[in-house]
């Protein structure tokens, strides 16, 4: 099993449309849980921090189900700039100051 | 705002060439990262190191080294490049934690000829 797995997409969706991405980990002992953004030809950011409460930052809501070891990304109400790669990324084990990079889901959104 | 600056935005080199890549970041982070990216691959950790002179492998540092000589500045060095190092180069750096962010450069396209 890969550690970090993600559906490639490509996503294609309307704006307006809600949209969910899906990850899942290998290693059960990881205790940090992010979601990046990555536009064509630029630089990974943060999106999102993902915590065990699950949270939201306006259109976007991140759960953790660490029973399952599975996280997801739901985006409502997608606008064109919501347009790019969202990487799911999780710690190693054992508090591991590297992170492990899932490949990415392209969404991209029509008008 | 946190910067992560890369020494290049485009590189061409040829079989054999010794390529130095640099990475400055602003922000008095203790962790740097060099890391590749490939179609297809994803984000793949080269070297990490989390003070002056002090470094450790990722998953791929085969054909890679790095030196750490000043907190602020991370460089990654092919001794002899190979052209399945063409690749998109990106550093990034963060502060000492687990549960902190990453702070990429713009990154690094190298091609080897």
């Known amino acids: 099993r890969k550690e970090v797995e993600q559906d490639p997409g490509p996503f294609n969706v309307p704006e307006g449309a809600t949209v969910a991405f899906n990850c899942t980990y290998s290693?059960?002992?990881?205790?940090?849980f992010f979601w990046y953004r990555q536009d064509c030809r630029k630089e990974p950011k943060l999106l999102m921090s993902?915590?065990?409460s699950g949270n939201e930052d306006g259109r976007f809501t991140a759960q953790l189900n660490r029973a399952s070891q599975y996280i997801s990304l739901l985006i409502r109400d997608s606008k064109l700039s919501d347009s790019a790669t969202y990487l799911c990324?999780?710690?190693?084990?054992?508090?591991?100051?590297?992170?492990?990079f899932g490949k990415g889901t392209k969404l991209t959104v029509n008008p | 705002d946190v910067k992560v600056t890369q020494s290049s935005r485009y590189l061409v080199k040829r079989t054999g060439e010794k390529v130095f890549l640099e990475c400055v970041q602003d922000?008095?982070?203790?962790?740097m990262f060099w890391y590749r990216q490939d179609p297809g691959l994803g984000l793949r950790l080269i070297y990490f190191?989390?003070?002056?002179?002090?470094?450790e492998k990722g998953d791929i540092p085969e054909g890679y080294s790095v030196s750490r000589e000043k907190k602020e500045r991370f460089s990654l060095i092919l001794e002899s490049a190979s052209t399945n190092q063409t690749s998109m180069y990106l550093c990034?750096?963060?502060?000492?934690?687990?549960?902190?962010?990453?702070?990429f450069g713009p990154g690094t396209r190298l091609t080897v000829l």
């Open positions: 990324v999780v710690n190693g084990a054992g508090g591991s100051e590297k992170l492990v």
């Open positions: 190191s989390y003070d002056v002179k002090m470094k």
């Open positions: 922000m008095d982070h203790e962790n």
């Open positions: 990034a750096s963060s502060l000492l934690g687990a549960v902190n962010e990453q702070f």
């Open positions: 993902v915590y065990s």
């Open positions: 290693n059960s002992a990881s205790q940090s």
